[in-house]
């Protein structure tokens, strides 16, 4: 893909279109919630901090995409820990995922060579995967509410994702995800009740990186990833 198809993509109106979408349902939260705050003294303020945090932490993810894709040369490439920035990615969805019920699993079995990335580019990308799908999950009856955030070696790198038991994620529900993007306000329907737009945020800020937003496999679990070169074999190239 060339710089400007990618700048294309990041900035199109479908993506932001969606982003706003995804946002109303946060915003409404706050607002019924702020509301019953006024009506009672006692009323937990905690639910209205984690749709905040969840909706601003999105916004970010999309601005700092954007960033990416069309200014390049301020964003350089560094050795990143996977494990770091998946136990990065945990922290910062651990709030959510309580108030959703779902348990958040590390999984990193065995010891990597520090991957090549953009370390904050890689983490925003993983959080707004992980935060749509920790909101999916409890829709899908037959799922365990458990993500598990992991990384594997394949034939072609180092795999970073988020895995659930549902079969929900296999297949070709991306290709069918981002053909339906331009036509449906909820073109990830098999894994969102919502549109989605985490996962399309995660996706314009990998292709942003030369990386590719994938659907992947982990210990007989299902889930969405990238593949990231190590040191070492970006030297063998």
Known sequence: M???ETKS????QELLLSLAEELKLPLIQIARRAEQA????EADLKPIQVSADSALRLIDSYALGVRLATQPENFELEPVSISSVLYDVGQQLDALAKSYGVALELNVAGRFAPVIAHRQGLQ???TSLGATLVEALPAQEYSQLSLQLATHRSRYGIVAGLYADTR???????????????RSRQPLVTISHSNGA??????????AMGLELITSRHQHLHGLGTVLKSNNQLQLV
């Open 38 to 41: 006024g009506l009672s003294s």
């Open 168 to 182: 929900q994620l296999a297949g070709d529900v991306l290709k069918r995800g981002r053909h339906l993007q331009r």
């Open 124 to 126: 925003a990308a993983l």
């Open 2 to 4: 060339t710089g400007d």
């Open 198 to 207: 985490g996962v399309f945020v995660a996706d314009a800020i990998l292709k």
């Open 9 to 12: 993509t990041i900035l199109s």
